[in-house]
Structure formats: C-alpha cells, structure tokens
C-alpha cells in the first residue's frame, strides 16, 4: 500500500486520504479500513452507507480492472468524495444513465444509485497516451437525500 499526495484544484479540503491498492478482493478490507480512519476526523457522515459504498465502489474496480487502483476519499465544508481510479478496459464505459439497462455487472454501480447523493464515470487523461476510468460518488452529512425521500 502507498500513499500519494493528490492536488486537485478544486475547493479547499478539510481532510484528504488517498491510498493506491492492487486489484484482488483484499482491497476491499483495506478500502474499508481507510475510509472508518478518515470517517474517524469527519463527523457527521453515515457510517454505514459510506463503507457500503467503498466497498461496493472498489468491488467494481476489482471485478474490472488489472489494476492498481488509487482510491481517494476528500470532503468539503458540506460533502465527501470517494474516487476509485483504475485503468480497466475501455471498450464499454458506463455512465450513471445505464447502470438500468446491466444485468448482473452493474449491480455495483446500482447500489451508488440507490444510495449516493451524486455519482458517475470519468475518464481523464493520465499521460500523453494513456487513459483512465474513475469511478466516484458524493455523500452530504447526515442522510442522502436519496435515504431521506426512502424514510
């Protein structure tokens, strides 16, 4: 396991994690590990909603790519962001608009639907040649509002 230092140009961070993982199911416990040690610093979250989604976002990434994988998990004053990066095959991206029309392999990405305030695919140039997919999703404090219109 490695940790890298992200800059991103976006809001200020109040609390920023960022680990590079190797695409095998042993991952997912080392994803979940480092979200319940940032979870720790970051009140207000829901606990369980928020691991479930690590683990199913890394899921993903494990059942579809090579790897390694880079997850970052950042907030802001009034969300997180949890990110997975990995360089899986390109040949049929999904985006949040068809997670519906996949049987089995998009019941990962189904469960961001259900229970993510916001989520989607990326893809971002990593170098002149070579692209990666990133996979994320965002959680308000509290309940989603998703949860919320579900009680």
Same mark, same amino acid.
């Given at each position: ?49 928020? /691991?479930? %989604? ?7 990434? $494990?059942?579809?790519? *090579?790897?390694?994988?880079? =997850? &970052? ?49 990326? /893809?971002? %140039? ?7 997919? $990133?996979?994320?999703? *965002?959680?308000?404090?509290? =309940? &989603? ?7």
């Amino acid at each position: 396991m490695q940790v890298v230092d992200v800059r991103r140009p976006t809001a200020p961070l109040t609390l920023a994690t960022t680990l590079v993982l190797p695409a095998h199911p042993s991952s997912l416990r080392l994803g979940r590990h480092a979200a319940v040690a940032w979870l720790r610093f970051a009140p207000g979250y829901h606990k369980d909603t928020v /691991l479930l %989604l690590v683990t199913e976002i890394l899921a993903n990434a $494990v059942e579809h790519s *090579e790897g390694p994988l880079v =997850l &970052s998990i950042c907030s802001t004053a009034d969300h997180m962001r949890v990110e997975v990066t990995d360089a899986a095959p390109l040949a049929s991206p999904l985006g949040p608009d068809h997670v519906e029309r996949v049987e089995d392999e998009g019941r990962h990405l189904k469960m961001m639907k259900l229970l993510a305030d916001r989520w989607g695919i990326e /893809l971002r %140039l990593a170098d002149d040649d070579a692209h990666v997919r $990133v996979v994320w999703f *965002e959680c308000s404090r509290g =309940l &989603s509002s998703r949860m919320r219109a579900a009680t």
